[in-house]
């Protein structure tokens, strides 16, 4: 079989259709665990077949240790490449919670090296998320890591990590038929940075199959798995039942014309998308052998009347909201459950707050506060005043020379100071903006636009001689806590 591999740019080869474990977890719900030994074996058609790249994560049951168990008692022939993920708890992170993290990762694959690591970060206002990234940056070039890649991360964030100097090579993120939201500027930003998207959801659950194609839409109780209930979420938002059966029926005019299948099909208009490294298609190890339908992705091309056919019914679809990886973020949550509570029971705040009288304050940590005596954001009843913010974390600039970057970046840490103070970024009424160079004043006005286009707070932008040739912009705010006693 003739399946087509891809070089990530940090040089790990990978096979353009990647076999997802996830469905372990789902296999493992009701507190039982598979045999590894058992389970593995069934790994081996697929690499036998060509498929020889398997994706995994720390929180996908014993997804690890089934396929560390088939690395060890490979059979000839089947030498396959190992992808996984480590999600952590939001919150404040330490170099040795990362390399214990890791150590766990490589225990399980019984592997010395991770080929690719792939990172979740839950909230973007704690810096916590940085810091891991800049411990597994140590890691890959101490050697127990191959590549970094990241996976639910938005555009603006994925900037953020690769302008401040991580080398991340793919980000893996839901991309499929019902949800395009990684089309435009994730795509565009991935293939300019040797970034490549490796897209799962290509099937929305085994919603695009045959199988649903003319059926009445399920009630709840008839989706048996944690992937239907979360895809019917997004059929949901993206127009409903109707409106997915008009993309099945355009799906299986063409498929038929092409001697395919509803979800192979599905799969293989994702591969053709732009910056598209991968797709990864789900395998419920044991129950549904799929790999000779997922090999037929490469012996098919779609024409250009074909895709314009699928293109325009999907024109009818509403836009899933938001950016890549949102809905673990922000509502609506298109998750399983339909929010968070199956992750964690809360965000601690970035910056505990210290109560002085009528005044509360928040100190980020950065040496300028000790040094000139202010504090990152102060307190007194309902109105929060944020302090001149720079892209600093710590001792480190972030951001280096992308403006915009380090706008978001900033906009993240007055998010921070206004919630370890009782605040929102929707509280914020005032912000001002001062920039080194007028020539990034269009990036920086939309990359402020992003995060206040429904808050609307007066604003002012000018030039100033800022403090350090690194920092291209500065922002203070302003915010009253709405509703507050």
């Known amino acids: 079989m003739n399946i ?22 789902d296999m493992e719900k009701d507190g039982k665990t598979l045999d590894p030994v058992k389970t593995s074996e069934f790994m081996a058609p697929y690499a036998l077949a060509g498929l020889t790249t398997f994706d995994m994560a720390d929180h996908y049951g014993s997804a690890e240790i089934i396929a560390g168990t088939f690395q060890k008692n490979n059979p000839a022939g089947a030498k396959s490449t190992m992808l996984t993920k480590w999600v952590p708890k939001p919150g404040p992170l330490t170099r040795q919670q990362v390399r214990d993290a890791i150590q766990e990762r490589l225990t399980r694959l019984q592997s010395s090296r991770i080929e690719l690591l792939q990172y979740h970060a839950w909230k973007y206002s704690h810096p916590g998320w940085l810091d891991g990234l800049f411990y597994l940056q140590e890691l890959k070039e101490e050697g127990l890591i191959g590549s970094l890649g990241t996976t639910n991360f938005d555009t ?22 019902i949800d395009r939201r990684a089309g435009g500027a994730m795509a565009d930003f991935c293939s300019e940075n040797k970034i490549a998207i490796l897209a799962y959801g290509t099937l929305c659950g085994g919603f695009l199959s045959n ?28 127009g409903g039942w109707e409106k997915f059966q008009n993309v099945l029926k355009v799906l299986d005019q ?13 799969s293989k208009y994702q591969l053709d998308q732009k910056a598209v490294g991968a797709v990864i298609v789900g395998a419920r190890l044991g129950e549904n052998a799929h790999y000779k339908e997922t090999a037929t992705l490469f012996d098919f091309k779609l024409s250009g009347s074909q895709r314009n056919a699928i293109a325009s019914v999907l024109d009818q679809l509403a836009p899933i909201p938001g950016d890549c ?24 705040v970035a910056y505990p707050p210290i109560t002085e009288g009528v005044k509360v304050r928040a100190e980020s940590g950065t040496s300028w506060e000790a040094i000139a005596g202010y504090s990152r954001a102060v307190r007194v009843g ?38 370890s103070l009782g605040a929102k970024l929707s509280d914020v009424v005032r912000t001002r903006i001062y920039l080194a160079h007028l020539r990034d004043w269009e990036g920086v006005s939309r990359a402020h ?27 203070e705010a302003e915010a009253i806590i709405q509703g507050a006693e």
């Open 449 to 475: 636009g992003e995060r206040f286009a429904e808050i609307r707070p007066a604003n002012t932008m000018v030039k100033a001689k800022l403090i350090g040739e690194e920092y291209l912009v500065e922002i």
């Open 4 to 25: 087509e591999k891809y070089k990530l740019a940090g040089g790990v080869e990978i096979t353009r259709a990647i076999t997802g474990l996830w469905q372990i977890a």
């Open 325 to 348: 990886g949102d809905e673990y973020r922000k509502p609506p949550y298109l998750t399983a459950s339909g929010d968070l509570s199956h992750h964690f029971q809360d965000f601690p």
């Open 382 to 419: 309902d109105r929060v005043m944020v302090s001149g913010t720079t892209a600093t974390h710590g001792a480190i600039a972030i951001g280096k020379k992308d403006p915009v970057a380090q706008t978001q970046f900033i906009i993240d840490k007055i998010e921070a100071s206004l919630e």
């Open 211 to 238: 199988k649903w194609l003319g059926k009445p839409e399920p009630s709840a109780d008839q989706l048996g798995n944690w992937s239907l209930m979360k895809y019917k979420r997004f059929i949901d938002v993206a």
């Open 156 to 177: 603006a964030h994925l900037r953020i990590a690769k302008s401040s100097g991580i080398d991340i090579v793919s980000n893996q993120v839901s991309y499929s038929l």
């Open 254 to 266: 063409v498929a038929e014309e092409v001697g395919s299948s509803i979800a192979t099909l599905a």
